[in-house]
């Protein structure tokens, strides 16, 4: 039996019994799952081992790579920027990227971009996989990129390019990058376990990852997915797991706590306060949330409704029942999301990879059973 740490009260013990299930049910090598309600943590559970040897515990330092649920991050990165005056939903990309502009994507608006409809989210022709490395270099690509679809017209997924384009935006409005600011805006100052771009000081805190032994179900595979997902070079590699931890990918790499994760989106549900400071206004967590896009996407193969970067609950439901609900999920499994009608906000974070595309199973039973204790 999985000794688990931290704390549910009573009102939350099916959340507990679900997170030691999923152990017992050897679905789990090590995780943790906290909620924040109206700016409270109100449970926060780990338990398991953060290596495969299964010699060293996953306990509260414990960070977890947790893939695309680093994008909820980046939209409220640019979020803060509109929320300040300084970035419009509306304007167009290359109105503060001006090389975006070519091969007739000068249209092409942020929140297009954001809600994955520019149309760029893979690169189709063969290039060497190290190149992800360099930020330059891919932005140039993108840059320069014709898209793969009528921009507009649909969503496709950008796994990664997301992260670059959402990154080069920030960069280019703001001068620092999106690392450095969460760094210094918000994961600093409020003392939240967020990084994109783990300093060297870290890596002894970070799980290790037991992954898939399949790949997820892509549906019907065509260029959009071929591009984002099942080409050689569709993701970083050819260089060490110490540069990939390094590398700021907003969309892809950031390494958290489930308790940081909770309490930032946790902001999201509150009226964006977060220890007394406005993380967000009320009216841009509105505004960044708002529905862009819904129909099927072209690249995950599930009907999705898209706001400005954040994934939205009504379609899929992986985070409860409520249609307002936001957040993004991960490969593998992790997800944070937060609900402004109820005032909870939540995360989930583990080192054991599942297949599961979104709405990972493990999750969705501990969020299933928080949202019976409200």
Request: aromatic fraction near 10%.
């Amino acid at each position: 039996m999985v000794e688990i740490a931290g704390f549910a009260p009573a009102r939350f013990s099916a959340v507990k019994a679900a997170f030691a299930a999923n152990f017992a049910a050897g679905e789990e090598l090590g995780a943790r799952f906290t909620l924040v309600q109206a700016g409270e943590v109100v449970l926060d559970l780990w338990a398991g081992h953060a290596d495969r040897k299964r010699t060293l515990a996953f306990d509260a330092a414990t960070l977890t790579p947790v893939f695309s649920t680093t994008k909820a991050i980046a939209a409220l990165l640019i979020a803060r920027l509109v929320d300040q005056g300084k970035l419009a939903y509306d304007q167009t990309v290359a109105s503060v990227w001006p090389e975006f502009a070519q091969a007739g994507k000068g249209a092409v608006t942020v929140e297009q971009a954001l809600s994955h409809q520019a149309g760029l989210s893979g690169f189709p022709d063969e290039m060497d996989p190290v190149e992800w490395f360099d930020w330059d270099a891919i932005c140039a690509r993108l840059a320069a990129m014709a898209p793969l679809w009528p921009v507009g017209t649909a969503s496709g997924y950008h796994p990664i390019t997301f992260g670059y384009i959402a990154g080069e935006i920030f960069r280019r409005v703001e001068g620092r990058s999106m690392g450095t600011a969460l760094r210094e805006d918000l994961a600093g100052p409020l003392g939240l376990d967020l990084w994109i771009g783990l300093p060297d000081a870290e890596f002894a805190r970070v799980a290790e990852l037991q992954r898939p032994s399949a790949l997820p179900d892509f549906g019907e595979p065509n260029a959009a997915t071929r591009a984002a997902f099942l080409t050689p070079w569709s993701s970083p590699a050819g260089r060490g797991q110490a540069d990939w931890r390094r590398m700021e990918i907003p969309s892809a790499n950031g390494h958290c706590t489930a308790h940081g994760l909770a309490r930032l989106m946790g902001a999201l549900a509150n009226g964006g306060w977060l220890d007394g400071e406005q993380v967000l206004s009320p009216a841009l967590i509105a505004e960044a949330s708002r529905q862009r896009i819904r129909g099927q996407d072209l690249v995950l193969p599930f009907v999705m409704s898209w706001g400005a970067g954040f994934m939205r609950n009504e379609t899929v439901h992986p985070w409860g029942p409520g249609d307002a609900t936001f957040g993004h999920s991960g490969w593998g499994g992790s997800c944070a999301f937060a609900d402004p009608e109820t005032d909870l906000a939540g995360a989930y974070v583990m080192n054991k990879q599942s297949t599961d595309l979104l709405g990972d199973q493990r999750a969705r039973r501990l969020i299933d059973a928080a949202y019976a204790g409200l």
